[in-house]
């Protein structure tokens, strides 16, 4: 691109300094001259910005007042600068976050059911996704409320694809068996369909926690005994294998999150919490990298959830906190505590998030 400085510092090392800016100052930056205003569409910039923010992932928490369903704030958790506030209100709609990755979210409409959009609230741009199907969206699932909606952005490629899949059921009547999954191409601008047989249940956290490595999202089960895999290069279903029997893990909660890239599972007993990784993602290899002591937390260990994590830090939420967890110091620190006497918890509407300049036009 076009020479940045004046030569007072090389191009390289002033990209590198604005790489590691937040999104809204970067912005702000724009005015100095044309060309840093350029800076924000430049191919190589925006994919450098993208890089750094892989390494410094938050959290973006919905805070909702039970009291006044109508009443809900974002708010997002960084580790390096703290807490700030977050609006979807440049989308004109009142919506609810479903799925995030790689900065963009996939959010329902409230009042209108079977609306999607997928928007990057840093950048302020969004994308209201063509409807599935012309037919009432109460008559069958997924179209309305799906029971598994994801979303995968590759930013490699700036494309992206947003999966809804549930239970095929005719109105008035208990799911026939069939697990209707519908992909959207945000090349294409459409819709194509999949039809298989799952009799799969899922938590709210195992729908909340979809993970996109490796081209395909995937899902932990309710049971905790396998992944449920969609391979989006190919529409296939499959089921991953955990890197523990089920059956011994009886008695511990078990989720599904991102570690650099690939794979993870956290495990959390009474007294630890322990972290492994899926080394070798075509094998099924398995391997621990670190076990976590709980013991100074553990007044709140059975309402704590693990939602993001780096190899320097884990994200928790419990009901009204945001804890980060530091793996080299050891050391637990609370971020964010609701003020608020009468809210949801907090890990309800927990999403994990990074800041990035991916357009979803």
């Known amino acids: 691109m076009d020479k940045l400085g004046d030569g007072i510092f090389p191009d390289e090392v002033v990209m590198q ?16 001259c044309k060309l840093w205003y350029r800076l924000t569409l430049d191919k190589y910039f925006i994919q450098l910005y993208n890089d ?3 390494k410094n992932p938050m ?9 006044l369903e109508s009443k809900s704030s974002l708010i997002c958790v960084d580790s390096l600068r703290g807490v700030f506030e977050f609006t979807l209100n440049f989308m004109n709609d009142r919506v609810k976050v479903r799925a995030s990755c790689n900065g963009l979210l996939c959010c329902s409409s409230i009042p209108d059911m079977g609306v999607y959009y997928v928007c990057n609230p840093v950048t302020r741009q969004f994308r209201l996704l063509p409807k599935s199907r012309e037919r009432p969206v109460t008559r069958f699932y997924p179209d309305g409320e799906a029971t598994l909606v994801g979303l995968a952005c590759d930013p490699g490629h700036q494309k992206f694809n947003v999966v809804l899949a549930g239970s095929h ?9 069939k697990f209707i999954c519908l992909v959207f191409d945000s090349e294409l601008n459409k819709w194509r369909k999949l039809i298989s047989f799952q009799d799969e249940h899922f938590t709210h956290m195992n729908k909340n926690q979809v993970v996109f490595v490796n081209n395909a999202l995937h899902w ?6 396998y992944v449920l895999v969609l391979d989006l290069s190919c529409d296939i279903w499959r089921k991953m294998s955990l890197p523990y029997d089920p059956i011994s893990g009886a008695g511990n909660r078990t989720y ?3 570690l650099d890239s690939c794979l993870s599972v956290i495990q959390i007993s009474e007294a630890w919490m322990t972290i492994w990784m899926l080394k070798d993602y075509w094998n099924d290899e398995w391997c621990i990298v670190d076990k976590v002591s709980l013991r100074c937390i553990k007044g709140m260990v059975p309402g704590i ?22 793996r080299r110091s ?28 991916f357009s979803c036009n």
């Open 169 to 177: 059921r005719t109105f008035g009547h208990r799911p026939d068996g």
């Open 17 to 32: 300094i604005l790489a590691r800016l937040p999104v809204k100052s970067l912005f702000r930056t724009k005015s100095v």
């Open 305 to 326: 959830f693990p939602i993001s994590q780096t190899s320097e830090y884990v994200f928790m939420a419990t009901h009204k906190q945001v804890l980060v967890y530091h």
């Open 220 to 225: 932990l089960t309710a049971s905790s005994s």
């Open 330 to 357: 050891h050391v637990w620190k609370e971020m964010y505590a609701v003020k608020y006497s009468s809210t949801l918890p907090l890990w309800f509407s927990a999403h994990a998030y990074r800041n990035t300049m």
């Open 256 to 258: 599904l999150l991102e």
């Open 52 to 54: 750094v923010s892989r």
């Open 59 to 67: 959290i973006l928490v919905e805070i909702s007042d039970s009291l």
